[in-house]
Nanobody, 127 residues
Framework: QVQLVESGGGLVQAGDSLRLSCVAS????????MAWFRQAPENPEKGREF???????????EYADSVKGRFTISRDNYKNTVYLQMNSLTPEDSAVYYC?????????????????WGQGTQVTVSS
């Protein structure tokens, strides 16, 4: 089991930037595909929405269409940390953002492909 701790959320204005961090407590961090998902409280029935994912080495990434060109996912395997740089934020980006780790070896966009989750960090973007 991997423990994941997110940080970096907060309240910002539209157009601002935030960088989320997620630290993993595992000796095998580099063997996990890492991802960010988000969930807006007003839409619990939608489940967790895929945002971005990065491969073991960081050489491959995938993004939701809604964040392409604005968000960047990266990882530092020496620091057991994955990042999500979020630029040009809009109120529609407001949600609880969750870090996830998957050991299936390929980048997935479904929450069910990830077996380890953090507690989440709140991002609120005001208009």
């Amino acid at each position: 089991q991997v423990q994941l701790v997110e940080s970096g959320g907060g309240l910002v204005q539209a157009g601002d930037s935030l960088r989320l961090s997620c630290v993993a407590s595992t000796r095998t961090f580099s063997s996990y595909v890492m991802a960010w998902f988000r969930q807006a409280p007003e839409n619990p029935e939608k489940g967790r929405e895929f945002v971005a994912a990065v491969s073991w080495t960081g050489s491959a990434t995938e993004y939701a269409d809604s964040v392409k060109g604005r968000f960047t996912i990266s990882r530092d395997n020496y620091k057991n940390t994955v990042y999500l740089q979020m630029n040009s934020l809009t109120p529609e980006d407001s949600a609880v953002y969750y870090c996830a780790a998957g050991d299936v070896g390929v980048i997935g966009t479904s929450q069910y492909e990830y077996g380890n989750w953090g507690q989440g960090t709140q991002v609120t973007v005001s208009s």
